[in-house]
């Protein structure tokens, strides 16, 4: 899901989501989906990603900047968060929304750099 004015990607990666900053870590292009691919790509340089964030194909050398998320319950209780280094918000456990439901916060201006991945082909 591409959130436009908040400048992400919520993605289910494995067991959780992930919030993907919506530009590439190469030079900072726009990337898109590609749903053939079942990933990301920039159309600037050619770099590839997978659904997670991953850099699979450079010449990006690091893989796709995260946002933290939070997993709030209505009376405001944090339910689940990500964890420093941007994983996924993990959501098994997480018990069922009481009768106010839960939101997702995305805090954008929390960006979480990765670090430069040495498998990139």
């Known amino acids: 899901l591409h959130v436009d004015r908040g400048r992400f990607?919520?993605?289910?990666?494995?067991?959780?989501?992930?919030?993907?900053?919506?530009?590439c870590s190469h030079l900072q292009c726009l990337f898109t989906w590609d749903p053939e691919a079942d990933?990301?790509?920039?159309?600037?340089?050619?770099?590839?990603?997978?659904?997670?964030?991953?850099?699979?194909?450079?010449?990006?050398?690091?893989?796709?900047?995260?946002?933290?998320?939070?997993?709030v319950a209505a009376d405001g209780t944090i339910v689940a968060e990500t964890d420093t280094l941007g994983g996924p918000l993990l959501l098994s456990g997480v018990p069922?929304?009481?009768?106010g439901g839960m939101?997702?916060?995305?805090?954008?201006?929390r960006k979480i750099a990765t670090q430069r991945n040495q498998h990139v082909s």
Do not use: I, K, N
């Open 9 to 23: 990607w919520l993605v289910s990666a494995g067991d959780g989501l992930v919030a993907l900053a919506h530009t």
């Open 39 to 71: 990933g990301f790509v920039c159309p600037c340089h050619g770099s590839r990603f997978d659904r997670s964030g991953r850099v699979l194909v450079g010449p990006a050398e690091r893989d796709l900047d995260r946002f933290a998320l939070r997993l």
């Open 96 to 99: 069922e929304a009481g009768a």
């Open 103 to 109: 939101r997702l916060l995305v805090d954008t201006g």
